[in-house]
């Protein structure tokens, strides 16, 4: 099955620093989604991506549809306090109802104010 | 807006016993989800249902089976509980299947 490569982990940065992630995947999809976790919460929608080559940005969110297909970013400018969560890619193949959201093990941001 | 609202948020059930978790969206959508969540896995998909009265397998479906009861609700039921299903459970719904989809803030499983 299709698989994600979700880097880092895990990122402990200062409160103004810069940050990016990025998701790679053995095949392509078609549509890349970024989410963000808070703690005892579900995921929630930050950017859809439905073009390759695309970029989005969402305030101080930025990410981008790689042109391969197979991969995508997303990049946070200023952070802050707030930022901290788990983040989570996911891609998608298609429409048909056999093509999975098949989401990444995520990055752990921490931000130290 | 509530969104997707899951019941229980917490639970706690003993190896054997059986257990249904509940999920409703108010947004109209078409196609919902279940999925679980586990750490260093990310979420992986149990069973979803891509419109009202279809149900399919997805990643891990052993062990569970889902109800799509109407276009709002869809269940997912655990007919004799294993520790290897104590996990973080979300529901998750979109418009249709290539939509980003929304989720609610999960059912908190252990099984002893």
């Known amino acids: 099955g299709q698989q994600l490569n979700q880097s880092p982990q895990s990122m402990f940065i200062q409160e103004g620093e810069d940050v990016s992630m990025n998701c790679t995947s053995s095949s392509i999809f078609n549509t890349w989604l970024w989410y963000k976790q808070d703690p005892g919460e579900g995921p929630v929608l930050l950017i859809a991506l439905y073009k390759a080559g695309e970029l989005t940005s969402n305030g101080r969110l930025t990410a981008q549809f790689g042109i391969t297909r197979k991969d995508s970013f997303l990049n946070i400018s200023a952070s802050i306090p707030s930022d901290v969560g788990i983040y989570f890619c996911a891609g998608q193949l298609g429409e048909t109802s056999g093509s999975r959201l098949t989401f990444g093990e995520g990055t752990q941001l921490t931000v130290n104010p | 807006n509530a969104g997707v609202t899951q019941t229980p948020k917490f639970q706690v059930l003993k190896t054997g016993q059986s257990m249904t978790l509940q999920c409703a969206q108010d947004m109209n959508h078409n196609s919902m989800y279940w999925y679980r969540q586990d750490p260093g896995m990310g979420l992986r998909l149990i069973y979803y249902?891509?419109?009202?009265?279809?149900?399919d397998k997805g990643e891990v479906p052993n062990g569970y089976n889902v109800s799509r009861l109407n276009k709002r609700e869809f269940s997912l039921r655990l007919e004799s509980a294993a520790p290897s299903q104590t996990s973080v459970y979300f529901c998750?719904?979109?418009?249709?299947?290539?939509?980003?989809?929304?989720f609610g803030d999960g059912t908190r499983l252990s099984i002893l």
């Open positions: 998750a719904s979109s418009d249709s299947f290539d939509q980003p989809q929304h």
């Open positions: 249902s891509a419109s009202e009265g279809t149900t």
